[in-house]
């Protein structure tokens, strides 16, 4: 069996380019997992952690929105932010957290903004737990 070859790409920089066995990512709307032969789908990317099995271990990276095509055996992932797991740091996730619940929201603008910090921040704590330095 064939392995896939996974990218995660943000506006800076290639941060991933690997093969994997099998790769699990964090939809909008939920969790998909992609083994080699998977049918061709684009999907919108949440806030969470994006797991690759390389056979080696289990690589694990917090990723931040964005897209994801999955074509024969390659994923392209395009996201705003994607950082290792092991670069996480749980208190100033919760910090960040806090910070957020705080800001003021008096539009549907600024709760727009307050309810995506929040979430930023919940997943970010997520995946620093399951993920100890």
Do not use: W
């Not at 909008?28 to 997992?33: I, K, N």
């Not at 056979?55 to 932010?81: A, C, H, P």
Request: proline fraction near 6%; hydrophobic fraction near 40%.
């Amino acid at each position: 069996m064939s392995d896939l070859q996974c990218i995660v790409v943000t506006p800076e920089k290639t941060v991933v380019s690997k093969e994997a066995h099998f790769v699990a990512l964090p939809l909008f709307d939920g969790e998909v997992g992609v083994a080699p032969g998977h049918s061709p789908m684009i999907g919108r990317l949440g806030c969470g952690e994006l797991r690759l099995d390389t056979g080696e271990g289990i690589d694990r990276y917090y990723i931040e929105g964005g897209f994801v095509e999955v074509m024969g055996d390659k994923i392209s992932l395009l996201t705003n932010r994607a950082v290792p797991a092991t670069e996480l740091d749980e208190l100033a996730a919760r910090e960040a957290l806090e910070a957020a619940r705080e800001k003021p929201a008096h539009s549907p603008e600024t709760m727009a903004i307050r309810d995506r910090a929040v979430t930023q921040a919940r997943a970010q704590i997520q995946v620093a737990k399951r993920n100890p330095k």
